[in-house]
């Protein structure tokens, strides 16, 4: 009796117990393909690890996001903003007028709301002599022009007075609504996180400062 052979049957046949051998199993390959996947999961691990890497450094030396909690600078700068600071502004020029600055909450300012950190406005150098006349501020005697606050705004409880060497003079735009160097006195330079130049939040605001 002759048995029929098929040459394009299945490669996978049946023994005489019923198990199945898979015919183009390839031993060598299986291998290769598992060493492929072990391959690429350590690349992207390594790529993972290494774009951390690079966050956390971006953030601790170079810019860092921070969450505006008040109305403090406002219209400048609106409650719930985000803004981007420049880390390493002051390492390559001085601290300027009108630049808006995230410095180390001063110690005896109360800080029960957990916040660590301020954002205001420099208006006085180190050197200045600083005052308000009348609702406006004088710099040497000097009236100061200040377009970022809104109409009719006036700046009190600023009696005349030196600022001293190494330190410089901040308010808040908001003026009427705003713990700053008026009730803690001018902030050392040192404790200068970095400047604020961009606001990326909301989206509908984004732009420079």
Known sequence: ???????????????DDGD????????????AAESSSVRNVLEWAAIIVGALAVALLV??????????????????LDQGDRVLVNKLSYQLHDVHRGDLVVF??????????????LIKRVVGLSGETIEA???????DG?????????????????????????????MGDNRGDSADSRV??????????????????????????
């Open 1 to 15: 009796m002759s048995v029929d052979t098929d040459p394009d049957a299945d490669p996978e046949v049946g023994s």
């Open 20 to 31: 199945t051998v898979d015919a183009s199993s390839d031993p060598v390959a299986d291998a």
């Open 59 to 76: 953030k601790t030396f170079l810019v860092q996001a921070f969450f505006i909690p008040s109305l403090s600078m406002y219209p400048t």
């Open 104 to 117: 180390d909450r001063p110690g005896g300012e109360a800080g029960g709301d957990g916040i660590k950190d």
């Open 133 to 139: 006349r009348d609702g406006r501020v004088y710099i």
């Open 142 to 170: 000097q009236v100061l022009d200040e377009p970022y606050l809104v109409e009719g705004m006036r700046t009190e409880n600023l009696p005349r007075q030196v600022i001293p060497a190494g330190r410089v003079f901040v």
């Open 184 to 209: 803690f006195g001018a902030i050392d330079e040192d404790t200068i996180v970095g400047r604020a130049f961009v606001r990326v939040w909301p989206l509908t605001e984004l732009g420079r400062l």
